[in-house]
């Protein structure tokens, strides 16, 4: 038995929360731990609360969960702190996708990289940066945070250097696209061995093994002829056929990273599919959270009549958590791919980056292999992104507008639609929008109004994006409950895409 307190900040997200308990309680030693959680909604908390500890009576165990909106307070002795906040909401999060828009930048999720996950970014460092204090001042000593919020690598960027808090950034993108690669060459997912390295959602599968033989060169061939993929995985098929390796995140995530393939309105829906939001949407992600957060907000009550998550092993998630603190406590060796400081990992990226690699967990620690150089193209790639996240960073940990600035026009899809003066304009309104999220920039929003209120002003469009798709009512998800469910409490919303090819 082990015996540790673990808090969930941001645990009133449903999506995460109880999927991640679920996989912590699934360990035998781990049936008397203390859980914490903590959330500004008071209400989502208490759903969320009220149905995880439901789900843990009903597996016989006799945990309490601590449920608090005072953050301090849950902190105090935890040993692991998982995060999963998202700053600002969905209201934020719609003027991250809203605002570009109206200058030509078409985002599918908008959350790690482009207009929106540098402003979300700007959001969240702020925000983490008080979490890091917390933690430092109320938390057990070399407590580990467990970060799951994006902009992934951003946030654990800053909590690494400026938080003093030792980080790990985790994320479900190498699992999926590992079974996308096993599906593709018709084997079993655990008889595909992998190497993926990079950034996080710019991991590319280096290396790619079926009992010893060497399938990286034939997965073209192989994705170009699967009746799904073909249609579904169009950018990163063409990435994979230009730069030689196939990457971690899904088509529309990563259309929106590069300057390719969303800038011609008239053409980004020659590179998309409109069967799931994961594969390219405009504003798809924003679009699957709202209906997420309605439906559960209304269908809660029917929630705590269905049945109980059942703790056991074969209903373990891949979210890594869970198996990091296990592999910690236990001495069992896990193996998982992990946001990390770089620190020479991969030695022609930035030893100050945050990049995504393969790592070992057991009793003495987190292990990070040697991965060596990735190869020149995808390396090229993720250099590009990452000096938009240094620049990010450092604009929001100092409020410095210049270096935001400068981050967005360093953007690859951003500065291949705007130019400079647009870029300026946009940003001057995503300042002012985000205002009560932002303390760091309140200076820089003074003038920023000034000059949307001044004039003269660049004209914008009332522009709905290429492939925009209308908000479910609550009414149209009762038609299919249990897709609605399933959307609603999966941290990993791309799933329903996996399950819908594995039923073909």
């Known amino acids: 038995m082990s015996t540790f307190k673990i808090t969930f900040i941001g645990a009133g997200s449903i999506g995460f929360t109880r999927g991640l308990l679920r996989d912590l309680l699934s360990v035998p030693e781990f049936d008397a731990i203390e859980v914490a959680f903590t959330d500004i909604n008071e209400q989502n908390l208490k759903m969320v609360t009220s149905l995880c500890q439901r789900d843990i009576e009903e597996n016989g165990l006799a945990i309490r969960i601590q449920s608090t909106t005072d953050r301090r307070e849950a902190l105090k002795g935890a040993k692991y702190v998982i995060c999963t906040i998202r700053v600002g909401g969905l209201e934020a999060f719609a003027s991250d996708i809203d605002i570009p ?29 008080n979490i890091c204090k917390d933690i430092r001042a109320h938390a057990a000593q070399d407590a580990l945070l467990l970060n799951y919020a994006n902009p992934m690598a951003m946030l654990t960027w ?53 009992e010893g033989e060497d399938l990286t060169g034939k997965l073209l061939e192989a994705f170009e002829n699967h009746p799904d993929f073909s249609r579904t995985e169009k950018v990163r098929i063409d990435m994979l056929r230009r730069f030689g390796y196939y990457s971690t995140e899904s088509n529309g995530h990563l259309s929106e990273y590069v300057p390719w393939y969303r800038k011609r309105p008239q053409e ?39 049945p109980a ?23 069992r060796l896990y193996r998982g791919h992990f ?56 604009a929001a940990v100092r409020g410095d507008d210049q270096l935001l600035r400068q981050a967005l026009m360093m953007d690859p899809l951003v500065g291949a639609v705007c130019n ?8 001057d309104e995503m300042l002012v929008a985000g205002e009560k999220w932002l303390p760091q920039y309140g200076e820089a929003i003074a003038a920023a109004k000034q ?54």
């Open 101 to 129: 828009l109206k200058y030509g930048v078409d985002q599918c999720v908008g959350d790690t990289l482009c207009a929106g996950g540098i402003m979300y970014g700007q959001r969240g460092i702020a925000e983490m940066l």
């Open 158 to 210: 800053a909590c690494n250097k400026y938080g003093g808090v030792r980080t790990i950034g985790l994320c479900h993108g190498v699992q999926g696209g590992h079974w996308q690669i096993a599906e593709a060459f018709g084997l079993k997912q655990e008889a595909v061995d992998i190497i993926c390295a990079g950034i996080n959602h710019q991991t590319w599968y280096v290396s790619i093994k079926h």
């Open 268 to 306: 980004i829906g020659d590179w998309i599919d409109l069967g799931s939001w994961i594969n390219g949407e405009t504003g798809g992600y924003l679009r699957v959270c709202t209906e997420g957060r309605n439906w559960f907000e209304t269908d809660f009550p029917n929630w705590m009549k269905d």
């Open 309 to 331: 998550m059942t703790y056991e092993e074969a209903n373990r998630s891949h979210e890594h958590g869970s198996y990091i603190i296990e592999g910690l406590e236990t001495g």
């Open 339 to 394: 946001n990390v400081v770089n620190a020479g990992v991969i030695s022609n990226l930035p030893a100050d980056a945050i990049i995504e690699a393969p790592g070992y967990v057991d009793r003495n620690g987190i292990s990070m292999p040697i991965v060596g150089e990735l190869p020149l193209g995808p390396a090229a790639v993720c250099s590009v992104s990452i000096s938009v996240q240094r620049l990010a960073v450092e």
């Open 420 to 427: 400079p003066k647009e870029i300026w304009q946009m940003v």
């Open 451 to 504: 000059r949307l209120n001044d004039g003269p002003l660049l004209p914008t469009r009332d522009y709905k994006g290429a492939a925009r798709l209308a908000v479910k009512s609550v009414e149209e998800m009762q038609r299919d409950r249990d897709a609605a469910n399933r959307n609603a409490g999966e941290s990993d919303k791309g799933k329903e895409r996996a399950k819908a090819v594995q039923t073909d």
